[in-house]
């Protein structure tokens, strides 16, 4: 375990008095062109563009069996709906997300350290990388919940204390995403500015955020204008497909009231030299399990 380093400055100040557009500061691709990776150099260029690139088929139908397997496993052990790591719907009661799965289950800790995977994630980093946050994502049909618009990064940096945006997420579907079932939303280039936030972050916000967002989420107006300058991408495609996205990225999804589900399996790199420090906007950190304080490598 590592602990954090102080606090550094504050790059992108959020949940303040008003809401305040801040442009990026950072790099999205942090390697040198021509780093060695899974990605080709046209790729990492469409990703440094859009904030998102997607994978038609990152794994095979026999490896999605596996981790499709191991995802019903996990949610349907009674052990596992009592963890803390466990968030359910707040309507039906039945399991929504599982945290920390690259720590509770051996075949998703393989899956993280895969260099199909972990790879992706150096190049755009460039450095190594930990595990910011892992977790199953299970939207069933008939009613499951969406997530609303938001960027990650603001979070993070808000209520875990990520410093820079140098952080990279990807979503591998579980289960086929139709154009009806609640799929990701991104709005490609909204990663170039910071959108700060307004209103205070309350006590233990993340027990209620990962039901349902309400602080840090941008006003109608800074959401029109961005959908109106961007546009809106919305992903579908087979399981085993993948999307990787940056963390500063506008994205959402809608509610799931088809019968079709839509599971995915969610993982957020983080660079070793841009370690959490102190929330930046919250009284107090997350638990670990949603916000790592472990710093290790992904080997």
Not at 96 to 108: A, G, L, Q, Y
Not at 145 to 166: C, I, Q, V
Not at 172 to 187: K, Q, S, V
């Amino acid at each position: 375990m590592t602990t954090a380093p102080e606090r550094t400055a504050d790059l992108y100040p959020t949940r303040g008095t008003a809401e305040v557009i801040t442009p990026r500061k950072d790099p999205v691709v942090w390697s040198q062109p021509g780093a060695a990776g899974p990605f080709e150099p046209s790729e990492l260029s469409d990703f440094e563009r859009d904030g998102f690139f997607a994978i038609p088929e990152l794994l095979t139908a026999e490896e999605v069996a596996v981790y499709r397997a191991e995802l019903d496993r996990l949610v349907l052990d009674p052990a596992m709906r009592a963890n803390p790591r466990s968030i359910v719907e707040p309507k039906s009661q039945s399991v929504r997300s599982v945290f920390e799965v690259h720590k509770i289950s051996e075949v998703f800790a393989k899956l993280v350290a895969d260099p199909r995977v972990v790879g992706r994630a150096r190049q755009i980093l460039g450095s190594d990388v930990y595990v910011h946050q892992s977790r199953i994502n299970v939207k069933p049909g008939f009613g499951a919940s969406g997530f609303y618009w938001h960027s990650d990064f603001e979070t993070w940096h808000a209520e875990d204390g990520l410093p820079n945006m140098r952080t990279v997420s990807v979503s591998i579907a579980l289960t086929e995403n139709y154009d009806t079932n609640g799929g990701l939303m991104i709005m490609p280039g909204s990663h170039r500015h910071f959108v700060g936030c307004e209103g205070e972050t309350p006590k233990d916000n993340y027990k209620r955020s990962l039901q349902m967002q309400d602080a840090g989420i941008p006003s109608d107006k800074i959401l029109t204008n961005m959908a109106d300058e961007h546009g809106i991408r919305l992903f579908t495609g087979k399981a085993g497909s993948a999307t990787w996205f940056d963390c500063n990225a506008m994205h959402g999804s809608g509610d799931n009231i088809t019968p079709y589900p839509r599971s995915n399996v969610f993982i957020v790199f983080n660079s070793v030299e841009n370690t959490a420090v102190e929330p930046f906007a919250a009284p107090v950190r997350r638990p670990e399990y949603i916000g790592a304080r472990d710093f290790t490598p992904v080997k």
